[in-house]
Every structure is written in C-alpha cells, then in structure tokens.
C-alpha cells in the first residue's frame, strides 16, 4: 500500500481501489465487532464507479431525476 493516487493517500489507481479499501474496512469493522466476510472486488468498484457517474450526470448535471435524499 505503499503507492498512491493523491495527496490523502486515499486514492488509489482505478485498478488498486477495491485492494485499498477492502484493507481500510477490515480494521474498521473488526473494531465494530464485525467480521467481513468478502474482500471488495474490482468488479464491485467499477460498479459503484458506474453509479456515482450515472447520479452525478443525470442528477447533479442534467437534472433528469430527482436526486436521492440520502445523496449529497
């Protein structure tokens, strides 16, 4: 984990992300008493990549749907 995209060592490569969060939820849930029981995948990062995207454009900028209350 040496390696990072920014200046809050934070943000990973597009490629690195899901390692790099799965390595920061793991100390943080075992704290809650929670074991996680599957790392974060690529696959689940590009995902919630695609997600935000879409709500940034749609909502945010093109104003096409109304924007989630729990979004900010």
Avoid: C
């Avoid at 929670?34 to 940034?56: C, D, H, K, P």
């Amino acid at each position: 984990m040496n390696s990072y995209l920014g200046f809050d060592k934070i943000h990973y490569g597009w490629l690195r992300a899901h390692s790099a969060w799965s390595h920061v939820a793991k100390p943080i849930l075992e704290t809650l008493g929670v074991n996680m029981t599957r790392e974060i995948t690529l696959a689940g990062m590009i995902r919630s990549y695609w997600e935000e995207f879409r709500q940034v454009v749609g909502s945010d900028m093109l104003g096409l749907k109304k924007k989630n209350p729990e979004h900010f």
